[in-house]
T-cell receptor, first 111, second 114 residues
Framework: DAKTTQPTSMDCAEGRAANLPCNHS???????VYWYRQIHSQGPQYIIH???NNETNEMASLIITEDRKSSTLILPHATLRDTAVYYC????????????FGAGTRLFVKA | DTAVSQTPKYLVTQMGNDKSIKCEQN?????MYWYKQDSKKFLKIMFS???????INETVPNRFSPKSPDKAHLNLHINSLELGDSAVYFC?????????????FGQGTRLTVV
């Protein structure tokens, strides 16, 4: 079963920041938090990942709480092309990418 | 060039048939995976190979048999197809099996069993 909890769906106005929350209260110390997204009819696309510290790349920022039990993915200036299902997943360290993707959050970016 | 490519993209077949889905990655990665995305959109891992060695084998019927002729290829063969096998199957690869690497996914193969 998935180890994360996300809202089913969210709306965001184009040009505004999209903040997608995720709860992972049972995360263990050596597990990473990953975010992927899946645009309709395409394969999942990697966005960002982190362990303890906040991370930023050209796509997004990842804010992880100090206790690591939750995180927030921030798309700073959402565009219509960011409409997708966003998956927050916890990466099991051993045995390879044994990742289970949950239902994710369906983000609708509206003009 | 496509990093992770799967063929075919669509596959419609009758119950009881045997079919294969092929996957190739040109990223030089050591680890490859097969995922199944069901009608509820959950993506669940099925298999993982690291340098041609099977490292993950989730609870999957033994009608599903992965084959890795080399580390750039991981094919999925399915025997005696059933209606419940209808899903989108994704292949993925990652540089290695450790916890801090990202995976790259193919575009998926939509399998429909009629």
């Amino acid at each position: 079963d998935a180890k994360t909890t996300q809202p089913t769906s969210m709306d965001c106005a184009e040009g505004r920041a999209a903040n997608l929350p995720c709860n992972h209260s049972t995360i263990s110390g050596n597990e990473y938090v990953y975010w992927y997204r899946q645009i309709h009819s395409q394969g999942p696309q990697y966005i960002i990942h982190g362990l303890k510290n906040n991370e930023t790349n050209e796509m997004a920022s990842l804010i992880i709480t100090e206790d690591r039990k939750s995180s927030t993915l921030i798309l700073p200036h959402a565009t219509l092309r960011d409409t997708a299902v966003y998956y927050c997943i916890v990466r099991v360290e051993a045995g390879g990418f044994k990742t289970i993707f949950g239902a994710g959050t369906r983000l609708f970016v509206k003009a | 060039d496509t990093a992770v490519s799967q063929t075919p993209k669509y596959l419609v077949t009758q119950m009881g048939n045997d079919k294969s889905i092929k996957c190739e990655q040109n990223l030089g990665h050591d680890t490859m995976y097969w995922y199944k995305q069901d009608s509820k959109k959950f993506l669940k891992i099925m298999f993982s190979y690291n340098n041609k060695e099977l490292i993950i084998n989730e609870t999957v019927p033994n009608r599903f048999s992965p084959k890795s002729p080399d580390k750039a290829h991981l094919n999925l063969h399915i025997n005696s197809l059933e209606l419940g096998d209808s899903a989108v199957y994704f292949c993925a690869s990652s540089p290695h099996r450790a916890g801090n690497t990202e995976a790259f996914f193919g575009q998926g193969t939509r399998l429909t069993v009629v």
